[in-house]
């Protein structure tokens, strides 16, 4: 087992390792930047490293910086947490050239399945069903618009090196889709310095149902079952629940089987997701994969009693999964993503310090967060300041308790999504279930409005 691990990350993530870390009894290494030299996981961790000024791109994305820091410290691993360079095979090679291990699945592992055109290959080639689109990434407009109208009207267009929303454009015809091309092809060389884009049939509204995946170094690869986070805004989850409220044991049997099978075409080891669209006749199709801990990791953990993270450090150190199926789910589980930002002015971030920050509590109530009364939320970074996640015997226990939960979150000195995320859980669309993807896009107009 590892002596010391680094963690290359902040804010809750960061907490959420350097806790898992100590049941493992193993030491940890906090990095930050000037703007986090007050966080919690500076203070937690056995050790920290000033990484740099505010800014990510001078800080927590420095890869030579975050080397030398494990290298100071004598960290013999380093664990990514999710965004900044989680998903970098650049750095997981890196961390290998080094002599530091990686926590996460490899280089070649995190390539394949980071290009959304190699890993739709490598997902076909094992018989996944992926949406249909073009092969590869298409760089003629002409001949994109040619693939489209064969597949039919409406269709996206996407970042081939893309996440997060980004460099994604829908054309519903012809004469929308050349201007389409071009404004993705330009936001995804804006955000990735690379502008090729692939197009595939455009869903007008699937669910987005991902499963976790487990791997080891001894050829085991299994599902924890899937977790629903069709609530969406710009294809940024806000609300996450599993079981899905319209899974069928034998649709999560088609659905976890293919899933797994994804994995194990690619050897798959550590946590990952695969990502799914579930339409409304039933079918399902591939559409990425995650390869690092999710966000919404706490939701699985709750339901199946696996702790995810201490999964990823032992399998990283060589040692084989604890569990190798799927245990019988506890209940339900909804997370809540609480962001410093204004829903009624378009969701604008709301940077500044909390002077008030009281933390709901009862049975099932689960709360991941790296902020406290007096924490400056800093504007450089993404405005989670926690995940409230509640776990119920059936989903309207738990949609009682995160009810509850988010009236008793007392936050004050900030503008936060807990208002509107309440009326999410009291929209009877929501409660029966009934969302897709661009829900939100219907429904927003009254949701994001205060009540008079």
Same mark, same amino acid.
Request: with cysteine; hydrophobic share 40%.
């Given at each position: 087992?590892?002596?010391?691990?680094? %963690?290359?990350?902040?804010?809750?993530?960061?907490?959420?390792?350097?806790?898992?870390?100590?049941?493992? /009894?193993?030491?940890?290494?906090?990095?930050?930047?000037?703007?986090?030299?007050?966080?919690?996981?500076?203070?937690?961790?056995?050790? /920290?490293?000033?990484?740099?000024?505010?800014?990510?791109? &001078? =800080?927590?994305?420095?890869?030579?910086?975050? %080397?030398?820091? +494990? $290298?100071?410290?004598?960290? /013999? +691993?380093?664990?990514?947490?999710?965004?900044?360079?989680?998903?970098?095979?650049?750095?997981?090679?890196?961390?290998?050239?080094?002599?530091?291990?990686?926590?996460?699945?490899?280089? /070649?592992?995190?390539?394949?399945?980071?290009?959304?055109?190699?890993?739709?290959?490598?997902?076909?080639?094992?018989?996944?069903?992926?949406?249909?689109?073009?092969?590869?990434?298409?760089?003629?407009?002409?001949?994109?618009?040619?693939?489209?109208?064969?597949?039919?009207?409406?269709?996206?267009?996407?970042? +081939? +090196?893309?996440?997060?929303?980004?460099?994604?454009?829908?054309?519903?015809?012809?004469?929308?889709?050349?201007?389409?091309?071009?404004?993705?092809?330009?936001?995804?060389?804006?955000?990735?310095?690379?502008? &090729?884009?692939?197009?595939?049939?455009?869903?007008?509204?699937?669910?987005?149902? $991902?499963?976790?995946?487990?791997?080891?170094?001894?050829?085991?690869?299994?599902?924890?079952?899937?977790?629903?986070?069709?609530?969406?805004?710009?294809?940024?989850?806000?609300?996450?629940?599993?079981?899905?409220?319209?899974?069928?044991?034998?649709?999560?049997?088609?659905?976890?089987?293919?899933?797994?099978?994804?994995?194990?075409?690619?050897?798959?080891?550590?946590?990952?997701?695969?990502?799914?669209?579930?339409?409304?006749?039933? =079918?399902?199709?591939?559409?990425?994969?995650?390869?690092?801990?999710?966000?919404?990791?706490p939701v699985t953990e709750q339901l199946t009693g696996v702790?995810?993270?201490?999964?990823?450090?032992?399998?990283?150190?060589?040692?084989?999964?604890?569990?190798?199926?799927?245990?019988?789910?506890?209940?339900?589980? %909804?997370?809540?993503?609480?962001?410093?930002?204004?829903?009624?002015?378009?969701?604008?971030?709301?940077?500044?310090?909390?002077? *008030?920050?009281?933390?709901?509590?009862?049975?099932?109530?689960?709360?991941?967060?790296?902020?406290?009364?007096?924490?400056?939320?800093?504007?450089?970074y993404d405005s989670m300041i926690a995940k409230l996640i509640?776990?119920?015997?059936?989903?309207?226990?738990?949609?009682?308790?995160?009810?509850?939960?988010?009236?008793?979150? *007392? *936050? $004050?000195?900030?503008?936060?999504?807990?208002?509107?995320?309440?009326?999410?859980?009291?929209?009877?669309?929501?409660?029966?279930?009934? *969302?897709?993807?661009?829900?939100?896009?219907?429904?927003?107009?009254?949701?994001?409005? $205060?009540?008079?």
């Amino acid at each position: 087992m590892f002596k010391k691990v680094l %963690i290359a990350n902040r804010g809750e993530i960061a907490l959420r390792v350097i806790r898992a870390c100590r049941e493992l /009894d193993i030491q940890t290494v906090a990095v930050y930047s000037e703007a986090d030299r007050e966080s919690l996981h500076v203070r937690y961790a056995d050790d /920290d490293v000033c990484i740099g000024p505010p800014s990510g791109r &001078d =800080s927590y994305l420095k890869i030579t910086r975050l %080397i030398a820091a +494990a $290298e100071i410290t004598g960290a /013999d +691993a380093i664990h990514p947490g999710y965004g900044f360079l989680a998903e970098n095979a650049e750095f997981a090679e890196t961390c290998r050239a080094s002599g530091i291990t990686f926590i996460g699945p490899t280089p /070649d592992q995190i390539r394949t399945m980071g290009d959304k055109a190699s890993a739709r290959r490598a997902m076909q080639d094992v018989g996944v069903p992926i949406v249909p689109g073009s092969p590869g990434p298409v760089e003629d407009p002409e001949e994109a618009l040619e693939f489209a109208r064969s597949i039919g009207f409406p269709v996206i267009i996407k970042a +081939a +090196a893309g996440g997060g929303g980004k460099g994604m454009r829908v054309a519903r015809d012809p004469d929308d889709f050349l201007r389409s091309f071009q404004l993705a092809r330009s936001e995804a060389l804006s955000a990735f310095g690379n502008g &090729d884009v692939y197009v595939e049939k455009f869903l007008e509204r699937p669910r987005h149902v $991902e499963f976790q995946i487990l791997g080891d170094t001894h050829g085991n690869v299994i599902h924890l079952g899937e977790r629903d986070c069709s609530v969406q805004r710009r294809h940024q989850k806000l609300i996450e629940e599993a079981p899905c409220p319209v899974m069928t044991p034998e649709l999560r049997e088609r659905m976890g089987e293919a899933a797994v099978r994804g994995a194990k075409a690619i050897n798959y080891v550590g946590a990952g997701t695969i990502e799914m669209l579930l339409d409304e006749d039933g =079918s399902f199709y591939f559409m990425e994969m995650n390869t690092r801990i999710q966000v919404e990791h706490p939701v699985t953990e709750q339901l199946t009693g696996v702790d995810l993270v201490k999964e990823q450090i032992r399998v990283a150190a060589g040692l084989p999964l604890t569990v190798k199926e799927l245990p019988p789910f506890r209940g339900h589980v %909804i997370e809540c993503r609480v962001n410093a930002e204004d829903p009624s002015r378009n969701f604008q971030p709301s940077p500044g310090k909390l002077e *008030v920050f009281h933390q709901p509590g009862g049975p099932g109530v689960r709360i991941d967060t790296h902020a406290y009364a007096g924490y400056t939320v800093p504007p450089y970074y993404d405005s989670m300041i926690a995940k409230l996640i509640v776990q119920g015997s059936t989903r309207e226990e738990a949609l009682k308790r995160m009810q509850i939960a988010l009236e008793s979150f *007392v *936050v $004050e000195g900030v503008k936060t999504t807990m208002p509107f995320l309440a009326r999410v859980m009291q929209h009877p669309g929501f409660q029966a279930g009934k *969302v897709h993807t661009k829900w939100l896009e219907f429904e927003g107009a009254d949701l994001l409005k $205060e009540p008079s």
